[in-house]
């Protein structure tokens, strides 16, 4: 698979698809749409806003759009770093009560907390700056 890396819109439009595509198949191998965290010691489900917003972000970048491929592993080994209140004014967090920001190596996961169902929801993956340990 050819994924281009620039940064005009038709590259992201192509790298739009692939992630599209890419949750196709891991929803269609993945029927329980979770995976288990063991730094949360909880389940992270993948929900229809995960992948949109995902493929909306990680597109963006050729980085980010490659991370989105390790996503089983990224929702399995990723640590929590910060959780705090949802971003006021942003419709598509409302649902949560907080949101918790994880790392994976050198990507970063964000994971919305519904407290009325008791549920971690992937919001979000996108390739992170190497923290200081990892640049050493």
Do not use: C
């Not at 996503?71 to 598509?92: C, D, H, M």
């Not at 169902?117 to 700056?129: D, L, P, R």
């Amino acid at each position: 698979m050819d994924i281009p890396k620039g940064k005009t819109r038709p590259e992201v439009k192509v790298r739009e698809t692939i992630i599209k595509d890419f949750y196709a198949r891991w929803i269609a191998d993945n029927p329980s749409k979770s995976v288990w965290n063991h730094s949360l010691k909880a389940e992270i489900k993948v929900k229809q806003l995960s992948y949109n917003e995902t493929y909306e972000h990680a597109a963006r970048s050729y980085e980010s759009t490659m991370a989105v491929f390790q996503l089983t592993e990224i929702l399995s080994k990723a640590v929590k770093v910060s959780s705090g209140p949802r971003k006021q004014g942003n419709k598509n967090q409302k649902m949560f009560s907080r949101i918790i920001l994880m790392r994976y190596k050198n990507i970063r996961l964000v994971v919305g907390y519904q407290k009325s169902k008791g549920e971690y929801v992937q919001y979000s993956i996108s390739a992170a700056s190497p923290t200081e340990d990892e640049i050493k």
